[in-house]
């Protein structure tokens, strides 16, 4: 039984392998394997649909382009989900860099299933509609670590920043949708009604 994990993660590194070298059936494995969570990881992390459908190609290209670096040391699946995590978010931010069109009344296509609990239904609107009102920063923080699992070192590491930065970022990421869904409670309102009541 011991002996099983480590025959599957050398089938994974010979796959690895064989797409790495061009092999169009292990590269189609390897994708169709690795697709959904490529997926999850781009819709969690864009605004709109078709920033994560680009972003979701963009970071699936990476992962079969990054296959010469898999070792085994993590799970394939895991390996792929952070290859795909850094080449979203490397998208995402040239994207925005290059449009300054508006994004007013595109489809929020955050993904955040998985997080919500049944407390969420008590909002006065989804936590999509909170998350995008948030700074970049701290909404990819906050989705990446608790929507999607990844660790506080593991978020550092995939942004760029220290693990200090990214506390930083969840800390405040959740002050501001409390405060967001409390003043929105207090007055029993959305937002853009909140406003006009002041």
């Known amino acids: ?45 864009a605004a709109a649909t078709a920033d994560a459908d680009d972003a979701a190609q963009y ?11 898999y070792r085994g040391d993590a799970s394939l699946d895991r390996w792929a989900a952070r290859i795909a995590t850094r080449a979203a978010l490397r998208h995402l931010k040239r994207e925005r860099k290059r449009s300054t069109a508006s994004e007013a ?26 998350l995008r009102e948030l700074p970049e920063a701290q909404r990819s923080a906050l989705v990446l670590h608790h929507a999607l699992g990844y660790s506080l070192d593991e978020v550092a590491e995939l942004t760029d920043v220290s693990p200090n930065t990214v506390k930083g970022r969840l800390r405040l990421g959740l002050a501001t949708l409390r405060k967001l869904v409390r003043r929105e409670q207090k007055i029993g309102a959305p937002a853009h009604q909140t406003e006009a009541v002041r």
């Open 59 to 69: 970071a699936l290209l990476e992962v079969l382009r990054s296959c010469h670096t």
């Open 105 to 130: 009344g595109v489809e929020d296509a955050v993904d955040v299933s998985g997080w919500e609990s049944p407390l969420a239904d008590e909002l006065p609107r989804g936590l999509q509609a909170y």
């Open 1 to 45: 039984m011991r002996d099983e994990p480590a025959r599957v993660e050398s089938l994974d590194v010979a796959l690895a392998k064989r797409a790495s070298k061009g092999d169009r059936a292990a590269q189609g494995t390897i994708a169709r394997r690795v697709l959904p969570r490529v997926r999850k990881v781009a819709r969690s992390l």
